[in-house]
């Protein structure tokens, strides 16, 4: 058996894609919604296929920010640290939708202040667990 094969979705996709979508207990209609490229302009679908081209799978995928953690200067008061988080807050935003980027995550614990602060602020708190697949490009990697 040979190795699958890649492709980006075809216009021809949509209608089968669609009522796999709407026949499985398992895909959120929120995930469906934001792999739209009216969500999320840098989706694309990923299509695998057989060797005789009947399609394994098909997977949206789209770029998300993340902002990987803040550095607060210990000698600032809590005003000016909130002024701060929605300044870097509003920042990140402009700065990833020119690349197309709708979505910014960051990792935190609930308990912490600043979480409180983000979903006071319009980040939403993810009841799912966070798969992480962390890799270099090198030449000839899989």
Do not use: C
Request: net charge negative; charged share 25%; proline share 5%.
């Amino acid at each position: 058996m040979k190795e699958p094969t890649v492709r980006i979705a075809a216009e021809k996709d949509a209608e089968p894609f669609a009522n796999w979508i709407a026949a499985s207990t398992q895909i959120p209609v929120e995930d469906v919604k934001a792999s739209l490229k009216e969500n999320n302009p840098t989706s694309v679908t990923l299509v695998i296929e057989d060797e005789r081209g009947k399609v394994i799978l098909a997977a949206p995928t789209y770029a998300v920010a993340m902002l990987g953690f803040i550095i607060f200067n210990p000698e600032t008061t809590d005003l000016e640290r909130g002024k701060g988080l929605a300044a870097i807050k509003k920042a990140a935003q402009a700065f990833w939708a020119m690349h197309g980027v709708t979505e910014i995550d960051t990792l935190t614990r609930e308990d912490y202040p600043v979480a409180q602060w983000a979903m006071r602020h319009g980040f939403e708190l993810e009841s799912r667990t966070l798969l992480r697949l962390t890799y270099k490009k090198s030449a000839g990697s899989n």
